[in-house]
């Protein structure tokens, strides 16, 4: 097999300023410099024939491949990104190479021995860095437009890293090394926080930065959250130095970093407006479709896209444990898998937000809820906003939506589905009236899986108070306005609200069950507005929404109570929520009936 030739004399010119592209080089040996699990660092002797450098390091996304054997003693490599960086007292200190990203072109077992007679390239020749001498030492370009915040004394320092170009790559950062400078993106920001306690009260706020070499979480309190909470923007790029470095709490950050920065009376932050002369990484976005959204665990973050097709009030409340007011708002977000989700805004997020306009709505790390077993998403710290992104998918989204994509949205993910977690007993319509559920002093609960058979559509819904707070059906008055008894208040408007009757059955038996509202909207596919409006105005238009129910089957929880009516006794089913057939878990249902019925498979 032939050997890759080695990028002779390059390291020198690497060393001394110049970008090389796909330097070849070879790995002389390999050592960890630090043995603790979260931080674990690997010194490298590289070498490109002529010269080596005892100061280079992998980025700690490399050490898998050491791990898995792959960068062992004279292996020859192609280094696809690296940076070097200025370590020591006041920048005076040894240059590092800090690889990022390489390709093995030849493993050391295929190699066997060390080509050439490397020296150290700091005994570099003269004459062969004459003609590389212009180009080292250009330096980064320094913005055109720079928005200093801290002491004079320390704007000249970081002004003189800037212009030498000695900017660090994150993963070189430790608590150990006090002289550096950063260049990073933006890629979440927090809220401001406060905390009140014995020890005292504060503030703060904290953003996540990147760049090619990784990842860090940064903090400011008190006086430093007022200061640069309005500078800090998502998706700027900024100079920062003099922060204090920290071991990460992994409790509050999921960031691949071992150490975390605070900002102090020191920090310096210098904002970056050409940030494109030296691009650092984009955020990136892992969209998930709506519908996907109903399959993940609660908890987990999520990044999704949406047409915001509905906007809620704003809703305040007072924490009991800290009696402090909050303040939210729901929003429903649809898109092209036909699906819909709430998502919770906070703060001034939601008083400010104004989706009457129905924008593209972008979210990064939203949290995933999970209530009954409706799932649906909310903004915390670290999460990202984008209304109306100049993405590929927010314009096709918007395409899709203007052309009526949103009309026909038949998958309530935030619906509640508390009978698929098949915590409630299973039975068959005949069992349940067979074993008289209903008749005791509460009502009784069961589920079971059917099949929609017929669905009335008279007396399908009812005009309620308009206040969302209120369900009260209203009075007509008449003269455009709608009376509510129990808000004592007369209104231009009112809300639709379901009240579907339907016949559904078992293999055992057939039932009629009631359901209301929000399981309506679900089964339906269908706003309560929509089908309403369907209903009064548009009789072919309500005929296609419920006659699309008739004959699919669901998983339905029922509460069954016996109710008097005149002198006369029934027995009521009301759905109280419906989901999919999991068929899944619906089959281990069927199994264990039949190891209960046979005694096969059971401990007995």
Request: charged share 25%; aromatic share 8%; net charge neutral.
């Amino acid at each position: 097999m032939a050997l890759s030739s080695l990028s002779t004399g390059v390291i020198a010119r690497i060393m001394h300023g110049e970008t090389v592209e796909g330097p070849v080089l070879q790995i002389l040996a390999i050592k960890k410099i630090n043995s603790a699990a979260d931080s674990e660092r690997y010194r490298i002797l590289i070498s490109d024939g002529k010269y080596f450098n005892s100061y280079a390091m992998l980025a700690s996304q490399l050490n898998v491949m050491q791990h898995n054997g792959e960068l062992e003693e004279f292996t020859i490599v192609q280094l696809d990104k690296y940076v070097t960086s200025m370590v020591g007292k006041d920048g005076a200190g040894k240059r590092v190479l800090i690889i990022s990203e390489l390709t093995v072109l030849n493993p050391g077992a295929d190699v066997k021995v060390k080509i050439g007679e490397p020296v150290t390239y700091e005994n570099a020749a003269k004459q062969d860095l004459a003609p590389k001498a212009a180009a080292a030492a250009n330096p980064k370009p320094v913005p055109k437009k720079i928005t200093v915040h801290n002491n004079n004394n320390n704007n000249v320092a970081l002004n003189s890293s800037i212009n030498s170009g000695m900017t660090h790559p994150i993963s070189s950062l430790s608590p150990y090394q006090n002289k550096w400078v950063i260049k990073a993106r933006v890629t979440s920001k927090s809220g401001i926080r406060t905390w009140s306690n014995a020890r005292g009260e504060g503030k703060l706020f904290s953003f996540d930065l990147m760049d090619e070499s990784g990842e860090i979480r940064a903090t400011a309190f008190k006086e430093q959250c007022d200061k640069y909470f309005d500078l800090i923007q998502v998706d700027s790029v900024y100079y920062i130095s003099k922060c204090q470095l920290k071991p990460a709490n992994k409790q509050y950050s999921s960031l691949n970093n071992a150490y975390e920065m605070t900002f102090s009376g020191e920090t310096v932050v210098q904002l970056c407006e050409d940030a494109d002369d030296d691009p650092i990484p984009e955020i990136k976005y892992n969209l998930v479709p709506i519908s996907e959204v109903s399959s993940m665990e609660n908890k987990a973050s999520v990044d999704t896209i949406g047409i915001c097709k509905e906007v809620g009030e704003v809703q305040s409340f007072v924490a009991r444990s800290t009696n402090k007011e909050f303040k939210k708002r729901d929003i429903t977000l649809v898109d092209m898998s036909n699906s819909a989700i709430n998502l919770t805004l906070w703060g001034d997020e939601a008083v400010n937000f104004d989706g009457h306009v129905q924008p593209v709505i972008l979210v990064k790390g939203t949290r995933i809820n999970e209530f009954n077993g409706g799932k649906s998403l909310s903004l915390g710290g670290g999460s990202i906003m984008k209304i109306n992104p100049d993405i590929p998918e927010a314009h096709k989204l918007r395409g899709w939506f203007d052309n009526g994509g949103g009309d026909n949205v038949a998958n309530m993910v935030s619906a509640r589905t508390g009978g698929g977690n098949f915590s409630t007993d299973w039975m068959t319509l005949r069992d349940a009236r067979a074993r008289n559920l209903g008749s005791g002093d509460k009502p009784d609960y069961f589920q079971c899986k059917a099949v929609v058979h017929i669905v009335k559509q008279e007396n399908a819904f009812y005009r309620a108070c308009p206040q969302t707070e209120c369900n009260k059906k209203v009075v007509d008055e008449g003269n455009d306005q709608y009376r509510c008894e129990k808000c004592n208040a007369l209104y231009p408007n009112f809300k639709y609200r379901l009240l579907i009757n339907m016949s559904i059955g078992d293999w055992t038996s057939n039932r009629w069950v009631s359901s209301f509202n929000e399981v309506g909207e679900q089964l339906l596919g269908h706003t309560s507005q929509e089908v309403g409006e369907a209903l009064e105005n548009d009789p072919s238009k309500a005929e296609q929404i419920f006659s699309a129910l008739n004959f699919t089957s669901h998983i339905f929880k029922l509460r069954c109570k016996n109710e008097v009516f005149g002198d006369m006794t029934r027995n009521k089913l009301t759905v109280q929520s419906v989901a999919p057939i999991n068929h899944k878990e619906y089959n281990k249902h069927l199994l264990k009936e039949l190891q209960e019925l046979t005694g096969i498979g059971s401990s007995n």
